[in-house]
Structures are given as C-alpha cells and as structure tokens.
C-alpha cells in the first residue's frame, strides 16, 4: 500500500505561491520483498506514483517525494536474498541501492519531463537555522 501524505502551505498569500505536497513512498509500495528471494521492483507501483506526482505538478503544486527503498534496491543490484540486518552492511547496500533507485526515479519521471535531483538531509539539517534556511531555499 502507497501512504502518500499532503501538507499544504498557509492559504497561498499571491497567485506565485503553490501548494506543497509531500509524497512519502515507503520501501513495501516500491519492492516485492519474498524471504528467501532477491526483491523485485514493483513497476506499476512507481507508475502509479509518477502519474499522480505529474498530474499534482499539471494541477499547479509543488511537489517533494520521498522515498526510501535504498536498501532494497541495493540488495536487487548486489543479487542478496536477504536483507542485511548489521549497521554497517545496511549502510554499504544503501550506498549501492541509492543511486540506482534515483536513477529508476529519474527514468520514470522523465516520461513525463519532470526532472528530478537529490536532496540528502540529516536530522541535523531541521535543527540548524541555517542549514534548514539552506534546505529550505534548494526545495
């Protein structure tokens, strides 16, 4: 199941200003995950996902995803059947399974003529005033 959650702005001030919609798409919407068995990716699950993020966008919002599934898509690239469950192991199939998973994103998304960049936040990030202005700002 996709859980897509929506955060609108304060009603928008002028006509420049766009709903922001915040889609977060969680690793179970993106991949089949069997025991036993390399994950699979669930295509028309994505696909789903670009036709209602390019229909928000034909709709006039803003729209940010996010999306995890980097260790998922790391075990795909690496061929492993089971998930890594020490810290360190996750951390390197992440490693391996983020850029594959933007460039799926970046694919699919371009069918549409939506770019789409990348954007690593730490928690950190919406503590700092100035890295969170910074954050703010590259949105």
């Given at each position: 199941?996709?859980?897509?959650?929506?955060?609108?702005?304060?009603?928008?001030?002028?006509?420049?200003q766009?709903?922001?919609v915040?889609?977060?798409?969680?690793t179970s919407?993106?991949?089949?995950?069997?025991?036993?068995?390399?994950?699979?990716?669930?295509?028309?699950?994505?696909?789903?996902?670009?036709?209602?993020?390019?229909?928000l966008?034909?709709?006039?919002?803003?729209?940010?995803?996010?999306?995890?599934?980097?260790?998922?898509?790391?075990?795909?690239?690496?061929?492993?059947?089971?998930?890594p469950?020490?810290?360190?192991?996750?951390?390197?199939?992440?490693?391996?399974?983020?850029?594959?998973?933007?460039?799926?994103?970046?694919?699919?998304?371009?069918?549409?003529g939506?770019?789409?960049g990348?954007?690593?936040?730490?928690?950190?990030?919406?503590?700092?005033?100035?890295?969170?202005?910074?954050?703010?700002?590259?949105m």
């Amino acid at each position: 199941m996709t859980t897509m959650v929506a955060i609108q702005q304060e009603t928008p001030r002028s006509k420049s200003q766009k709903t922001l919609v915040v889609v977060k798409i969680g690793t179970s919407s993106l991949l089949t995950e069997v025991p036993g068995q390399t994950p699979c990716v669930r295509l028309s699950s994505m696909g789903r996902i670009i036709e209602v993020v390019a229909e928000l966008r034909r709709n006039g919002c803003n729209v940010v995803l996010v999306s995890s599934g980097a260790v998922g898509f790391g075990c795909i690239r690496l061929g492993l059947r089971q998930r890594p469950t020490d810290l360190g192991e996750k951390q390197a199939v992440a490693a391996v399974g983020q850029s594959y998973l933007v460039r799926m994103w970046e694919d699919l998304f371009s069918t549409h003529g939506i770019k789409v960049g990348q954007l690593l936040l730490a928690r950190t990030d919406f503590h700092h005033r100035g890295r969170f202005q910074n954050m703010k700002r590259t949105m």
